[in-house]
């Protein structure tokens, strides 16, 4: 089964093609980072035109390299929600009108079960169940996964999200937006040690986060040591991404502990980092636990989650051409597949 998918929620759009025994045909990006960069942060009308610019042109060149036609498709997945209303619209739009004029059955898929399941579009694939910690720009959550569908919550950040910190810290650092990357690139350089920041609620006995702390504690460093020389930069950012790790290094085992689970499977944004994934191999190699990341170039938005979320839940799909947005949409409210 041939299946495309289109993720519009935010500040990327993303095209691709997947097929169920084939595996992932194509994929194509087009981040609007640089569009609004110069703003400081995501400008949701902006994103909405620039999605409509981007997701047709992305469609042709996905199925061109795939040397496929739309003929062939057997469903169309889209991101339904969460997100950017207007942003998610536009992906509504499309899938609505393609699976039209194609009739073919559409699916709406939920953004963060797309982040979810996108370590299965990498080798080694885990095998359910396992503890899944989705670190993303809008969330930082664990989960206990014992299929798809089957989600239960252990334990979320009661304030910012870890991505949402790392950017916010980057701003407060003057590294510009989204910063989560830079901030990472500068903190190699840097001395972990010269500062010490908070481990919020590492002791709090359960498996909630809280970041909004660290970023006011990264916000007092910045205003003590003003004016910044590159190496005090550079130590803050060491100072931060040791904090976050540890603080979520901790919180995966506490949370593999409690489960009695033998697999952890990293999804988000914040999954691409370095720091992070030395941080847990490193923990769950000396306590024989399995780590599994998505494919690097597939932690932040992208199709090919969306397209593989599809896949899975094709039974799901239906010649509905009126699907509408779904803003708000908690992830505990879908149906098992
Ligand atoms: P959500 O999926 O919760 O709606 P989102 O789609 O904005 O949020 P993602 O695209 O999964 O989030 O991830 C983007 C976030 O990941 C940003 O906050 C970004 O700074 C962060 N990020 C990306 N790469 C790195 C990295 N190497 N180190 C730290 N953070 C990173
Ligand atoms: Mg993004
Ligand atoms: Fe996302």
Same mark, same amino acid.
């Given at each position: 089964m041939l299946v495309l998918g289109i993720e519009s929620s935010c500040d990327e759009t993303g095209v691709a093609l997947y097929h169920s025994e084939r595996g992932l045909l194509a994929h194509r990006l087009h981040s609007q980072i640089a569009m609004h960069t110069e703003y400081g942060g995501v400008v949701p009308e902006l994103a909405s035109r620039d999605h409509i610019r981007r997701v047709l042109p992305l469609t042709e060149s996905c199925l061109a390299e795939a040397g496929a036609t739309l003929d062939e498709l057997d469903a169309i997945a889209f991101t339904q929600g969460p997100g950017l209303a207007g942003a998610l619209l536009v992906g509504a739009s499309v899938a609505n009108a393609l699976g039209f004029a194609l009739q073919k059955p559409v699916i709406g898929v939920h953004h963060l079960e797309g982040h979810l399941l996108s370590p299965l579009l990498a080798e080694p694939r885990p095998a359910f169940p396992f503890v899944a910690l989705l670190v993303s720009g809008g969330h930082t959550q664990l989960m206990a996964v014992r299929g798809i569908g089957e989600y239960e919550l252990l334990g979320e950040t009661v304030d910012d999200a870890a991505g949402e910190a790392f950017d916010k810290s980057a701003k407060l650092l003057g +590294?510009?937006?989204?910063?989560g990357p830079a901030l990472s690139k500068l903190a190699d350089q840097g001395? @972990?040690?010269?500062f010490k920041l908070p481990r919020p609620? +590492?002791?709090?006995?359960? +498996?909630d986060f809280s970041f909004s702390g660290l970023k006011t504690a990264v916000l007092n460093l910045v205003q003590q040591q003003s004016p910044l020389d590159d190496t005090t930069r550079a130590d803050i950012c060491a100072a931060f991404q040791e904090a976050i790790v540890e603080v979520l290094t901790k919180k995966c085992l506490a949370a593999l502990k409690q489960t009695g689970m033998q697999r952890l499977v990293i999804a988000g944004g914040?999954? @691409?980092?370095r720091q992070l994934r030395a941080g847990l191999d490193d923990a769950a190699a000396r306590r024989r636990y399995q780590v599994f990341y998505p494919p690097l170039a597939l932690c932040t938005d992208n199709g090919a989650m969306i397209a593989y979320a599809g896949a899975m839940r094709l039974k799901h799909a239906r010649h509905d051409y009126s699907y509408g947005a779904k803003p708000r949409w908690p992830l505990d409210s879908l149906p098992v597949a």
């Open positions: +590294l510009g937006y989204p910063g001395d @972990a040690k010269r609620m +590492l002791h709090s006995g359960d +498996l914040v999954g @691409a980092n």
